[in-house]
């Protein structure tokens, strides 16, 4: 049966732009896109995906940070099959040219000299489009920093005796006396990103079958301790462990999955109301220390973050529309229909 996931590749952070793209597929069959804005890379993936479902297969959509309704890649889970968005911020080139990776060019369909008409246009697009990612993430670092005093003045009020006693019993709770047989290995994903649209959440496409431990927690009070060090025991007792992370500052962790139990652990609102156990770590706190001043700012800055990417969403959009009337689209419907039947011939 099909089975469909959600998640996010890259996220806009305080760090900027921030990629786990080479976690998108391990091995197996890759076609990397690359072309301008407009030029239907994310409608080939849909429409391919679609196909997909419709044998059957699962599929695992990547989807973009500037535009939640767009994708920067799909897998086909069980053809060990990826299609990705390889421009700029996302870079990729091919591991193994010629072999398993293919670059597919659909800027070689862009008429250069229609394009050249809107030349002024699309630099000054740009232009903006560059600032406003600027002050983006000017407001997500000042953010970070709100969060800093956050965490630093939480943190000094945990008892960590029993915190640490905690983990200790979830380990064994969780992973029993399995011992090591081979390293696990570990993929890293957002599933949650801050969009043009807003935080976008896609975590009830990664948990609908999982037994789920929630982690409520305030900032600063362990949650992503707890997580790492529950994960990194996973992997080293044999588990491959999904590490999903946190939208603002990416080396934090909110969610983990580990495939081969059908557990998570999850700090997330979907798993808030949809869990097996509910882990309250807010119990290890010795007083309320929430300060809501604090909290006010921090999430002022993040809504300012927010406004000036959905400002860059429509300077790309206008990107988009200066290009899509200069590409021939039979010449892109040609390389769908080329890159179907490649992958055809795996099913």
């Known amino acids: 049966m099909s089975e469909i996931k959600r998640v996010f590749p890259g996220g806009n952070t305080f760090e900027g732009f921030f990629s786990y793209h080479k976690y998108i597929i391990d091995e197996g069959r890759t ?4 072309g301008g804005p407009g030029s239907g890379k994310s409608s080939l993936m849909k429409n391919i995906a679609n196909k997909m479902l419709k044998y059957g297969l699962s599929i695992e959509y990547h989807h973009c940070s500037s535009d939640k309704s767009s994708v920067d890649g799909i897998v086909v889970k069980e053809l060990k099959v990826a299609i990705i968005d390889g ?10 040219p010629g072999l398993e990776d293919e670059i ?31 002050k983006t993430y000017s407001y997500f670092r000042a953010a970070k920093e709100i969060l800093g005093e956050i965490v630093d003045e939480n943190s000094e009020k945990v008892d960590f005796m029993a915190f640490n006693k905690l983990i200790y019993n979830l380990k064994e709770e969780i992973y029993g006396t399995k011992r090591i047989d081979i390293i696990g290995r570990e993929r890293h994903l957002f599933n949650r990103c801050f969009t043009p649209s807003g935080l976008a959440d896609y975590t009830d496409t990664l948990l609908g079958d999982k037994k789920v431990y929630y982690i409520k927690s305030e900032y600063g009070v362990g949650k992503s301790t707890l997580l790492n060090m529950i994960s990194k025991e996973g992997i080293l007792r044999g588990y491959d462990v999904e590490i999903y992370h946190e939208p603002l500052i990416p080396e934090k962790i909110n969610t983990i999955i580990i495939p081969e139990l ?41 809504d300012r973050g927010l406004y000036n990417l959905s400002q860059a ?15 021939d689209f039979n010449g892109i419907e040609k390389e769908k229909e080329r890159i179907e039947k490649e ?5």
């Open 31 to 34: 076609f990397i896109l690359k």
């Open 87 to 96: 421009t700029a911020p996302h870079i990729i080139d091919p591991k193994f």
């Open 104 to 134: 597919v060019d659909l800027g070689k369909y862009i008429d250069r000299k229609k394009l050249f008409n809107k030349k002024e246009e699309i630099l000054e697009a740009k232009e903006n489009n560059r600032k406003a990612y600027r």
């Open 262 to 302: 059908k557990l998570a652990l999850s700090a997330a609102n979907f798993a808030k109301d949809n869990n097996y156990k509910e882990i309250d770590l807010n119990e290890f706190l010795r007083e309320d220390i929430k300060k809501e001043e604090d909290y006010n700012i921090f999430n002022s800055l993040i």
């Open 313 to 327: 969403k429509k300077n790309h959009d206008i990107l988009e529309n200066a290009y899509h009337p200069t590409i």
């Open 343 to 347: 992958i055809m011939k795996l099913v």
